[in-house]
């Protein structure tokens, strides 16, 4: 992907990476507010691509995931409020897009964040999420470390 896209613990929202400085990555926020903001090392960034969802048989990369809400919203945003729905049309919507989750070790929490992000990537026009696949030498750890240096 031409920008790679980071989720940063701590932080709502996603990020897109912009420069790197001394001991940081400069990030730009993928909402309304395209604020820019240093990013450590110590924040636990974290890129899209390097993501997957427990599910019964094996992992699954989230672009896969992203993927196949796509197909059930036909392209469009999530059709479930994630902030007002309860658990269990949380899990029901789940189990729509994805219907070997593994119930044991994907939480609620986990389920609202992945619709929060997919309606993010939605809203500023990323939609062909084969383009977060990971790809060799495309993790965000060793580009911190490099940094460093």
């Given amino acids: 992907m031409s920008q790679t896209i980071l989720a940063i613990s ?54 896969k995931v992203f993927n196949a809400i796509k197909e059930v919203e036909g392209g469009k945003a999530a059709s479930i409020d994630y902030k007002k729905a309860s658990g ?10 994805l219907p070997a989750w593994d119930r044991d070790r994907v939480h609620n929490s986990d389920i609202k964040k992945l619709i929060q992000w997919y309606n993010i990537l939605v809203a500023v026009g990323i939609t062909d999420f084969d383009e977060l696949k990971p790809t060799e030498g495309d993790n965000v750890d060793d580009r911190l470390e490099k940094t460093e240096e």
């Fill in 88 to 97: 269990k049309e949380l899990q029901d919507y789940f189990t729509k897009v």
């Fill in 10 to 63: 701590g932080k709502p929202g996603l990020y897109k990476l912009i420069s790197r400085a001394k001991n940081s990555f400069i990030v730009e926020a993928l909402d309304d507010t395209h604020k820019r903001m240093p990013a450590f090392a110590t924040d636990r960034i974290t890129s899209l691509g390097d993501i997957a969802m427990f599910t019964e048989d094996e992992d699954i990369e989230l672009y």
